[in-house]
């Protein structure tokens, strides 16, 4: 099979297989996104988008819109691999995802979530999973969920050099231990919010994301923060917001969470492309003349 992504040259030639590769992605202008840069940003008062990314073509194309973070998260194990929840997926799995992101993009800060059981058990062991991370992935940070209990992790790994997302709130990795998903940090629960996230920016966290908590809570944590907070189902006051791209575009159908705002319908769009190419296909009509050699 041949891509038709790169047009034809010369008579005789043909496309490029498969699309043109990584190693050429198209020129964008800017320096590469350091962790400091998003600390800038918030001293600045100036919010940031972050978006999910897992393979070269959407990592590309949201580095050239300018989305300055991309997490390759562990939601690739439901929007990617087909499993039930973020729960099943591998440090194995992972590791490709995160290096076909670092390698197509020019100028986005690439994070690459740890996954359940990567790193719970020591901070020894939550180091060594980042640092697979940084050298098979070549990521740029990582992140992991957790409040005090894993600011020794934290540490661990800002004191070997690598950057960490922190990732408070709601924590899908532990949605069994919190019985569903649930918004968390309601009433007094919004003082351990706060201290969970003072706890991950002493331990060395360069930024936090606040996922299903009040407004109120997100507003009070992002004031009394230095570094930089990333909501998703946060409300408004948070310094960036996050969404997984298959729901922010469409992609995924189905009901989708309160916090989410759909801004195409891929979905529908990929079904009528798919649709008319088995009706031209089954009609004769495609391959037309101008797609044939002679």
């Known amino acids: 099979m041949t891509s038709a992504a790169t047009p034809a040259g010369q008579p005789g030639e043909v496309a490029a297989p498969y699309g043109t590769g990584a190693g050429n992605p198209p020129a964008r202008p800017g320096k590469r996104v350091r962790i400091h840069h998003l600390r800038e940003l918030k001293e ?22 300018g989305i300055p973070v991309l997490l ?12 039930e929840s973020s729960l099943p997926v591998t440090v194995e799995e992972m590791v490709p995802l ?24 020591s901070p020894e062991q939550a180091l060594a999973t980042a640092v ?64 969970d996230a003072l706890a991950l920016e002493e331990a060395g966290a360069f930024s ?23 909501g998703i189902g946060a409300g408004p006051d948070c310094d960036a917001q996050v969404l997984v791209w298959q729901d922010m575009l469409g992609l995924r159908r189905g009901k989708a969470p309160r916090f989410v705002k759909r801004y195409a319908d891929l979905a529908g769009v990929m079904t009528g492309a798919v649709e008319q190419f088995a009706a031209e296909v089954r009609g004769r009509q495609f391959p037309a003349p101008e797609h044939v050699f002679h």
Request: proline letters at 5%; charged letters at 20%.
């Open 98 to 121: 995160v290096r076909a992101v670092t390698r197509s993009v020019q100028r986005a800060l690439v994070v690459a979530d740890l996954p359940f059981g990567s790193y719970q058990l």
């Open 208 to 230: 936090v994301v606040m996922e299903m908590v009040p407004a109120e809570a997100a507003k009070r944590v992002t004031h009394e923060l230095r570094i930089p907070t990333i």
């Open 132 to 195: 697979r991370m940084m050298k098979e992935g070549r990521a740029h940070a990582v992140k992991l969920e957790g409040g005090r209990a894993f600011a020794p992790h934290v540490k661990a790994i800002t004191q070997a050099g690598v950057p960490v997302m922190g990732h408070i709130g709601f924590t899908p990795q532990s949605e069994h231990n919190l019985g569903g998903y649930r918004v968390q940090g309601r009433g007094d629960a919004g003082a351990e919010l706060l201290e």
């Open 72 to 83: 390759v998260g562990d939601s690739a194990s439901n929007n990617v691999y087909g499993y």
């Open 44 to 65: 600045r008062g100036e919010a940031w988008p972050m978006l999910t990314a897992y393979d070269m073509y959407t990592a590309q194309l949201f580095d050239e819109a």
